[in-house]
C-alpha cells in the first residue's frame, strides 16, 4: 500500500510523459537563448526531460574526467574539432552508430566511429580594414605571411585552439616546412603582440590598429547582429571587409560545434536521440542560430547575418586531422618564437 501511495505521489511531482521517457544530462558550453527552444521542443516531441550544466569547456572535460564511471553526463557539447579530439583521447566519448546522423551530418564533420559529430560549422575569415587593404592581396592564408604585410596582420596566441586547429590544417595540406615559413612570416607581419578573442581582433580593426585579422565568423555576425559591445556602430563594420580565403586551393578553414555521447551514458539512448534531434531540420536552424553558424545539413538557410557574408568552398579536410596535428601544429609555433 505505502508503495502505492509513493508511485501516485512520483506521478503528481513529474509528467508522466517524461516519467515514463526519462531523462537525458547535458553538460554544454554553449549558452545561447535560441538554444532554450532547442531544448523544450526536444522535450515536448520526445518526453524526455533534458538536464543541463553549461559552463566553460575545460571545466565540463574536468568535471566529466573527475566524476569516472559515476559521471551523469550522457552528452558533452562544445566547439572545436580539435577540443573534441581532445577530450576523445581522455577517454570520455564512446562510439555509436547512427544511420540518422551518418546520413545527414558530412563525414568529414564527423568522427570515423561516431566518438563526436559536427552539428554547424565555423569558417576561420580574413577580415580587413577596407581603407588600408586591398582584397586582392590576402585571398589565401599564405598571403598573410607575405612581407608586403608588415606590421598589418593581428591574430590571437598560438596556444589558442582556433590558432592550433588552423596551423594543423596548414600541416595538413601544405607539410612542416612550409607551414614553419608560414608561421615565421605571419609573426613576422604582426602589427602589435597576440592578446585578446577573435573580437578583439575586429576590434583592432575598427580602432585601426589592426589592418588585418583572423577570426572565426560568428564572431563578425555577431557584431552584424548589433550583439558586440564596441562593434555594434555601423561605421564600425561598414569599415570592416570579409575573405573566404583558399577558394581556388583547398577551401577556407572550417571547424565544427560539436558533442557525442559520454563513455558511461546512464541514459545512452536518450542521449543519441538527442544527437539525432539535433541533426533535423528545425534543430539544425536553432542550433546554428544560436552562434550565427552554418548547419551542416544541406538546404538550411542560415542567419541573415551569416548569410550577408557571402558564399564560400569549405576546406573538406576530415577534422579528425586537426586533432591528430595540433601536438605538431603547437611545435611549430613553438619553434618560430609565435607567442
Ligand atoms: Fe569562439
Redesign the pocket.
Known amino acids: 500500500m505505502r508503495v502505492l501511495v509513493a508511485a501516485a505521489a512520483a506521478v503528481i511531482a513529474f509528467p508522466l510523459a517524461a516519467q515514463a521517457a526519462g531523462e537525458v544530462n547535458i553538460y554544454s558550453s554553449r549558452h545561447y537563448d535560441t538554444d532554450e527552444r532547442l531544448y523544450s521542443d526536444f522535450e515536448e516531441a520526445t518526453g524526455i526531460t533534458v538536464n543541463r550544466i553549461e559552463d566553460k569547456a575545460n571545466v565540463l572535460i574536468e568535471r566529466i574526467k573527475a566524476e569516472g564511471e559515476n559521471s551523469p553526463a550522457d552528452i558533452l557539447l562544445t566547439?572545436d574539432a580539435g577540443r573534441l579530439y581532445q577530450a576523445d583521447q581522455d577517454g570520455l566519448f564512446q562510439p555509436l552508430s547512427s544511420d540518422e546522423l551518418e546520413d545527414r551530418i558530412p563525414e568529414n564533420l564527423r568522427h570515423p566511429d561516431g566518438h563526436w559529430f559536427g552539428f554547424s560549422t565555423r569558417a576561420r575569415a580574413i577580415f580587413y580594414d577596407k581603407a588600408k587593404v586591398d582584397p586582392a592581396d590576402i585571398q589565401t592564408y599564405a598571403s598573410l605571411a607575405d612581407p608586403k604585410l608588415k606590421g598589418m596582420v593581428c591574430t590571437r596566441t598560438s596556444s589558442n585552439i582556433?590558432m592550433l586547429s588552423l596551423m594543423a590544417a596548414v600541416l595538413e595540406h601544405k607539410g612542416e616546412e612550409d607551414a614553419k615559413a608560414w608561421a615565421e612570416g605571419l609573426w613576422a607581419n604582426r602589427a602589435r603582440d597576440p592578446e585578446g578573442?577573435?573580437t578583439d581582433q575586429l576590434r583592432a580593426i575598427a580602432s585601426g590598429q589592426c589592418a588585418i585579422a583572423v577570426a572565426?565568423t560568428?564572431?563578425f555576425a555577431r557584431a552584424l547582429s548589433k550583439d558586440v559591445r564596441d562593434l555594434a556602430n555601423p561605421d564600425d563594420t561598414d569599415r570592416i571587409g570579409v575573405v573566404f580565403p583558399d577558394q581556388d586551393g583547398n577551401g577556407t578553414h572550417v571547424n565544427i560545434s560539436g558533442g557525442g555521447v559520454v563513455a558511461n551514458a546512464p541514459n545512452r539512448d536518450n542521449a543519441i536521440a538527442f544527437l539525432e534531434y539535433l541533426a533535423t531540420d528545425a534543430a539544425q536552424k536553432y542550433f546554428a542560430d544560436g552562434n550565427n553558424e552554418y548547419p551542416v545539413v544541406d538546404d538550411i538557410e542560415a542567419s541573415s547575418a551569416v548569410e550577408s557574408l557571402g558564399e564560400f568552398e569549405a576546406d573538406d579536410l576530415p577534422l579528425v586531422k586537426l586533432g591528430e596535428n595540433q601536438a605538431a601544429a603547437q611545435k611549430v609555433y613553438n619553434e618560430v618564437g609565435y607567442q
Open positions: 566547439v582556433y578573442g577573435d572565426n560568428y564572431y
